[in-house]
């Protein structure tokens, strides 16, 4: 691309884009970074710097970039048809393959597959299974949701509801902060912060204590479902102390209440499994949530995955009015069939477990430096957290903008790391070998010094 070329896109993109969560004053002075090719690991700016995507697009190109057989099974499909819905009793060949692909990879009883158009239609989807179901067994007024602060489950109406994360609901209305609210939350479970100095066991005892507490204020009558990440992601890749989920499932088994596992991140390898739920948590939830990873993002598709129990509720009711013009889209079914193809044959979950541990291990090194708190996650998903006083855990000031300083001196670098308020988060394509991992590692301490070094020099 041409330098001309390049200042146009520059200013095409700020005059015309409205950015998902940019920060406007600072983004208007400073404009966007414009991508135009990838490969692998690697995306390059039109400006002609390459870098390490250590965030793999938005927790999404699983397989990496520019891979040919997902070009050819694209261009593929739209040759031999581009669209057909599937609406009433229509349907086609990829969205019909990999619907049963997914029922074959899913836990069990986890048969049947609403496709939509990415993650909060998958979340609104899950909603929707949840009403429909239990207004069809008999029991209409379950309509509540419970979810967890922090939690980030997308961007529509009613997902944004469902996300506990409370700056995001500025300068909107919310189905969580109504006067006779839909969503309820429940204490974010994070072992890094756990109630005054508990014990793990005792902080899940605890979390599993208000969950109950929830139920019982809300009426389990009015409640149609809860909703969990397995590990938290866009909250600062937070982890449940252990037992958490097996003990959530189980209250919500008590009180007939469907558990609904946000898996739009850790589906499709990102935690070494296709699916986290069952593997890594012990758990068949009632609906799982996926999106992102499903085509590595190549093409947008999503996918609620349901039990047997509410299909078969569903299919005796009647009609289910719900869906999208998108819902099991050819050519994005195509992709979808053949990233899971690709990630078997290369046993990209094999890889993950092989070198999660590394990567790990090489980011909680960095716990030596004065300024990182905590260092957590699970292999593909990881995240660094700073603080300023690591006794207490307590946190920078916002308006130093650590994250943020230590994710430009990552860019700067050649990395490119994402920071969430002090969180960096990593969740890069699944593909990484042991060089890359230390690339990571080694340009995100650099990153780190640099910033504790200009802390110093303020007198910080
Ligand atoms: C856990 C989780 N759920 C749902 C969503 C929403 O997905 P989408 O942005 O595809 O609508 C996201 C997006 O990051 C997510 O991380």
Redesign the pocket.
Known sequence: MNHVLKNIHHEYDLKHILHPFAEFPRFLNEGSRVFDKAEGAYVHDVDGNKYLDGIGG??CVNIGYGRQEMADAIAEQVLTLPYYNTFTDMSSVPASALAAKLAQLAPAGLNHVFFTT??????DTAVRLAHYYFQANGQPSRKLIIARENA????TYL?ASITGITRNYTGFHTLATDQAPLVHHVSCPNVYRPFDGMSEPEYCDALIAELERKISELGAENIACFFA?PIM??GGVIMAPDGYHRRALEVCRRHDILYVS?E??TAFGRLGHMFASERLFDIIPDII?T??GITSGYIPL?ATLFSDRISRAIIDDGVFAHGFTYSGHPVACAAGLKNIEIIEREVLCGHVRKTGPYFEQSLANLKDLDIVGDVRGRCYMLAVEFVCDKATKQNFDTSAEIGRRVALEAYRRGLIARNVGDFIILSPPLILTKEQIDFVADTLRASVLKVMDELKNAGG
Request: zero cysteines; hydrophobic letters at 40%.
């Open positions: 938005l927790w990415g993650g909060s239609t998958s979340v980030y489950h997308g961007s997902a990440e992601g866009a946000d739009v991140v949530v999106a992102k999503g």
